[in-house]
Each structure stands twice: as C-alpha cells, then as structure tokens.
C-alpha cells in the first residue's frame, strides 16, 4: 500500500490545512466556510460528481430550508443563489380522510419554509467551492478506515483501485450518519453512543406535473395526508412535480410488510389516500421500484478525538419531521465559523480549545432538535387534522400577534428565529406544554374563542406565564 502524506503536510503552516471525510451538504458548507478564511482544504467524497450525471445523494427525501439554514449560507454569500431553486410554502395543506382539505400556516406575515431538492443544492455547493482554489474536490475516494491513534485515514480511489494513507492536521467527519470516522471513535475510551431507529419507514413516490408542467396541487405548501399511524407527504419541485413520501410502519396490521401486491396497494392508496391517487400515474411503478428506507436518530459524545472532529450527521442524526436534519448541521457550520473568527481575533488559534468549545455548545442543541424531531413525527401523524389542535395553532398565533414580547410558539423558534437555541425551543416545548394544558381545559373553549370571550381570559392567563 502507497502511503501518502496529504499535501497540506507540505507546507510550512500545516496548520492551515483541513481535511474533511464526506462533500454532502455539511461537508461542502464546511469547505467553503473553512476556505472563505483562509485555510487550504482538502474534501474526500465517496460519490462521484453529481454534476456529472451521477445524482446519487443519499435520502432522497426533499429538504425544508428555514431560517437557520439561510443565516449559514448568507454567511458565505450563498443566500441569493440558493434562493434560484428553492419554493416557499407558507403552511401545510391538511388532506383529510373524507377529501375535505384545511391550511394550516406556518407562521405570520407569509412567514415559509423552502422546499429544495438536495441534490441541486449539493451541486450548486460543489460548484460554489470551486470558487476558491485553496479548496479541493476529489470525488470517488472512499475512506475504508481510521487509525486514530496513529492519525492514519486508509483511502482507496474508485477509479483506479490505488490505496493510499493520509496523515491529516486537522481532520473533520462530515460523512453523514454512518461515519467511518465516528465508527472509529466509537472504539475509544468513555465515547458514549446512542443509535436507535423508528418502527416507520419511508418510501419516495411522485406527482408528475401538469402537461402544461404546473403543479395539480398548491404549490406553496407543505401537502400532509396525515392517516394516525402512518402519513403520506408531498413537497414541490421547480418542475411542477412533487416529491411523495409515504411514512409507514415496517410491520403491522396497516404497515409495508402487508404492501406486497399491486392489488394490495392500490386498495390500499384507493381508501386512505383517495385524492392523492388520481395525481400519482406512476404509482404502482414507483412503489415497487423505489427502496422502503429506514429513520435511524444517532447521539455521541464526544464529537472531538484529538484532531478529527465529527459535524453534522456524523454527530447527531435525526428523523426528518421538524426539517432541521440539514438546517442544523448548516448551523454547524456557523457556529464554528464564528467561534473560528472569534479565537482569530484573540491571537493564533488553539484548534484544541476551539473545537471542544464547539462540541460543549452544540452537544445540547443537538440533542434538543432530536427530541423535538420525535415529538413532531406525532404531531404530524397524528394530530394535524384532529379539531383540538387545529384550535391550539389558532390560540397560539392569536398569542404570538397579540403578545410577542411574552409569547412565540415552539415552531416558530425553531424554524423562523436562528437567534434561539434549539436547546432553548426544547425547554420552552415543555414550558408551552404545560401552559396550553390549562388553556385546552377551559370548559367551552371551542365557543368561548368562537364568540370572543376567549381573550380576556388568555389576557389575563399570559400575565403568569
């Protein structure tokens, strides 16, 4: 085997040189990040160019970008381009069960999320790194092991067979939720690691576009079929298509294990999801042909083993229900960036200090945003369509417009406010909770807030709270 020192080692300040395992979405952001300040960076990417014709990205699944996915990308000037090919959805459209429909908006004053497709936006990522040429690509590298003890990274090129080593400076894994490097670490002393995954799955189906190539349902929105158990979702695309997923149970009465058949799920669709059918030609075609994925949620400590660092999935995975899987690693991103300029400003850096500094801050939030991803799965499954929490979102815009200096949903701190910690939503969560269970106990809530006489009572309860 060649043994090869990574080119940074060549240079007179081999600190400035970084090396990241994974050029998805994280590892890309941390390159441009990394390089926008100075420091060479070398991104090893098991995938070959998706600009190339390989699309291959991992889940499938459409991505929901907020606000804290923005804040990191206008931080590198990347805001506006991202914007090209990205769709706001004010709010879920809710199907129900007997065909009626209720809009439920995610915020106040046109407030949205952006539905994007990840493997345009992990393009545009890599092109935007070619911007600078102190970052460097090198696709169809795969990292077959880790020898942290004697900083060795095996590596074998895709194309050519050729194994060879790298003795990085500084290395981070951005390598999603199956991380090599974090696989390594878990073999070290006193690392603590959770991995567990939903009885639910998911599968990726379809709603082509009109022939006029329009959208058949509203473009800007969120569309949920929620169905208690199991739930069907669809988010836009440029091309007037959606992106489906079904998530579903592996096993049970009404799971994936008894969708064997085309007759089985085509009655199947034909009774719990009887409008969304008439939208889905290629159904049957779709569900057979694309892969049922698992939900895993991964927790570690630590994310920092001498000079290899863990970020984004590697770190802290989670199921995609509150749309923060890629908004938090892109925070990631920022909150480095900016401890980074911080220790800057102080003199050279000591990476050590700095990056347990950033393990320490970002450890709570991302066990925050897991717990919140879980409790949303119910919420989405479950609870969209039913009367009594279609009331509550009322009550709580009526708070948050009436009251703003004392009241704001949880949602609305996670998805449309990046100044507050996921590990403060989370507290907060608990807090609501509580709060809305005195308010949801009012005897005739649904005709006091009908007739007005709901207000007074919430005036004077928000004083307490």
């Not at 395992?21 to 070398?42: C, E, Q, T, W």
């Not at 799920?265 to 969304?276: G, M, P, Q």
């Not at 989670?318 to 102080?346: K, R, W």
């Not at 509550?392 to 998805?415: A, W």
């Amino acid at each position: 085997m060649k043994k090869q020192e990574s080119s940074y080692n060549k240079s007179a300040n081999s600190d400035q040189h970084i090396t990241i395992l994974g050029g998805g979405l994280v590892g890309s952001l941390l390159a441009i990040y990394m390089g926008k300040r100075g420091y060479k960076v070398d991104v090893y990417e098991r995938r070959a160019d998706m600009r190339k014709g390989n699309t291959e990205g991992g889940r499938s699944i459409n991505l929901a970008m907020s606000h804290r996915g923005w804040n990191a990308l206008t931080q590198v000037g990347l805001e506006e381009d991202i914007r090209k090919i990205a769709i706001p959805m004010y709010g879920r459209q809710i199907h129900n069960l007997d065909g009626s429909k209720v809009f439920q908006p995610y915020g106040v004053d046109k407030q949205a999320i952006y539905s994007v497709s990840r493997s345009a936006l992990n393009m545009l990522l890599d092109s935007a790194t070619e911007e600078n040429p102190d970052v460097q690509f090198h696709y169809e590298q795969k990292c077959e092991r880790v020898n942290l003890r004697k900083n060795e990274y095996h590596f074998s090129d895709q194309k050519t067979g050729e194994s060879y080593v790298l003795k990085p400076n500084l290395a981070f894994g951005a390598d999603g939720a199956f991380s090599r490097l974090r696989y390594e670490m878990q073999k070290t002393p006193l690392f603590d690691y959770q991995q567990f995954y939903l009885a639910h799955g998911y599968k990726e189906l379809s709603i082509p576009p009109d022939k006029d190539g329009g959208w058949l349902i509203e473009k800007n929105a969120l569309h949920i079929w929620p169905r208690e158990d199991f739930m069907l979702i669809a988010l836009p695309n440029l091309d007037g298509s959606f992106t489906c997923t079904l998530f579903m149970s592996f096993e049970g009465e009404k799971s994936f294990a008894n969708l064997k058949t085309e007759d089985q799920v085509r009655t199947f669709f034909e009774r719990e999801f009887a409008t969304a059918v008439p939208l889905m030609p290629d159904l049957l075609a779709d569900f057979f042909e694309n892969p049922t994925s698992s939900l895993v949620t991964i927790k570690c400590f630590p994310w920092v083993y001498k000079n290899a660092t863990l970020i984004g999935d590697a770190s802290h995975a989670i199921v995609p229900f509150y749309g923060q899987g890629m908004n938090s690693g892109f925070e990631d991103c920022a909150v480095l960036g900016e401890l980074l300029d911080q220790h800057t400003q102080e003199g050279p850096v000591d990476w050590s200090k700095l990056l347990e500094e950033f393990q320490d801050l970002r450890k709570p939030d991302a066990d925050a945003i897991s717990d919140l991803a879980l409790k949303n799965f119910i919420e989405m499954r479950d609870w969209v369509a039913e009367p009594i929490f279609i009331l509550r979102k009322k009550i709580e815009k009526y708070l948050l417009k009436q009251y703003p200096d004392r009241f704001m949903p949880v949602y609305s701190m996670v998805t449309f406010n990046a100044d507050i910690r996921y590990s403060e939503a989370l507290a907060e969560s608990k807090r609501q909770d509580a709060f809305f269970d005195r308010i949801m106990a009012i005897e005739h809530l649904e005709q006091k807030w009908e007739d007005g006489r709901l207000e007074p009572i919430l005036s004077e309860m928000i004083k307490s709270y």
